[in-house]
């Protein structure tokens, strides 16, 4: 029924992008729940009538759901899905979502991080900042067209990186066998905050560029 | 008001208790909403229903809201709270939360990472290992007794790491002047799955142990 944890599922195509919708529709709202419940300063007996009616809200979600993680899935028409990934998941409201943009000399993905990916006050977590990197560098190694999985990640701090819009990009530096050398950035209005090196590697029966 | 970004807050200690308290069980109960938004099955117009109920939950809790992210607060009794905090933050839903025990010879932290936490199918996203394996490492730095950012960090991906219960390790690998080394893992039962090295930093202006 699949590859490596990859799930056949025949969906036709058009059903896959119809319920994608509606999951992000949710999803967009829950995003704002966990910044409201960050940011909340109403009483605490509100804040237990609140939860009390939450309860009923995932109980209601959970009349029919998926026995473990969503996984990634796919259909003879190629289309895939991976609504749980933590980055970019569209029913994953732990993901900023992280959209990323494919060009030719590389990728990049521009986002707002709000209260939601604090940790200094008002500057975005670190772990946070290697979080994404790992995921834009990942698909930038891959570029959708080839299996890598992270080997090692190096993430350097120049300054702290302010909560609010930001620019991640990342490019190809250099291949050799089954690794792919990737080079990272996350920028605000006044330039580089962090950069990244990442070794993505290509399992061994997959196909590479020098054979 | 504070320093840095610290913000002092007269609340008293036993309120303080109390509020984080009120806020860990709704945090919770939004986590269970994560779960269950990314593992859904319930129909579409459903989602919708579930959606139109929660915008009004959000509402209700940003009838009175701080202005901004969290921050970090504390009091005169040197009570400090980080209830925003992307990791370990009680108020913040994205957080696992990473509850961090600090020992003689270093930290650990025994945590159960769901759904909202996957990459590849059934493993944890390797960005999510990175920020967490941040967070642990930059606590073994500080020592709660010191500041100090992230420098350098690097990662090593020896094998998937499946979800489920993992245990994450750090401890303080050397010092010198004004850097930090701390060597950290992330391990499931059969062993080590990743394993980090970082470099962090202590502010010019601060005290260190070799002056």
Redesign the interface.
Known sequence: MGV????RDETPTDEVN??EA??E???G??R???D???????D?D???R??D???A??A???????P?????RYNSELRSWN?????M?A????APPLNVVHGPSGCHADVVL??????????V????S??????IM?ETASGMRRTT?????????RR?TP?GPLRFEAHIAGEERRKVFVAGTISDADGVTVEADGIFIQPAGTPTADG
């Open positions: 490596g944890g990859f799930v119809q319920r509606v999951l529709s949710l999803t709202t829950v704002e729940l966990i409201a419940t960050i940011r909340t300063t109403v605490d509100e804040v237990h609140v939860r009616d939450l309860d809200l995932v209601r979600l959970r009349t029919g759901q998926l473990g993680p969503a996984g990634i609504w749980g990934n933590a980055v998941g029913a994953n409201a732990i709000g209260a939601a990916y604090e940790g200094p006050p008002g500057l977590h670190g772990g946070v290697a979080m994404l990197l790992d995921h990942g999985f992270t080997g090692t990640l190096t993430t350097r701090y702290g909560l």
